[in-house]
């Protein structure tokens, strides 16, 4: 779902599938590489555009608006605490 050609549901889904590795996860590693995939599934959701390689489905167009950089933050999207982990 979160492949090149993506769309709003699909995002969703991922996001939500990947929220539930992380709080299953028993390593920091897999924590890791799952924050890791929430945070480029979070920023595919926010920029509402097709631009380069990234196609949304349903905003076919890139917007020249949204030509500027973006950042996105862990603190911004929620991630799954590590177990045993004060965060």
Avoid: C, Y
Avoid at 68 to 74: D, P
Wanted: glycine share 10%.
């Amino acid at each position: 779902d979160v492949g090149v050609i993506r769309n709003a549901k699909g995002l969703a889904r991922a996001a939500t599938a990947l929220q539930a590795i992380a709080g299953a996860a028993e390593s920091s590693t897999l924590v890791n590489m799952a924050s890791a995939a929430l945070l480029i599934t979070a920023s595919a959701t926010a920029r509402r555009e097709s631009r380069g390689g990234h196609m949304r489905e349903d905003f076919p167009e890139p917007n020249p608006k949204l030509a500027t950089r973006s950042r996105l933050t862990l603190g911004k999207v929620g991630s799954a605490p590590l177990k045993g982990s004060k965060r």
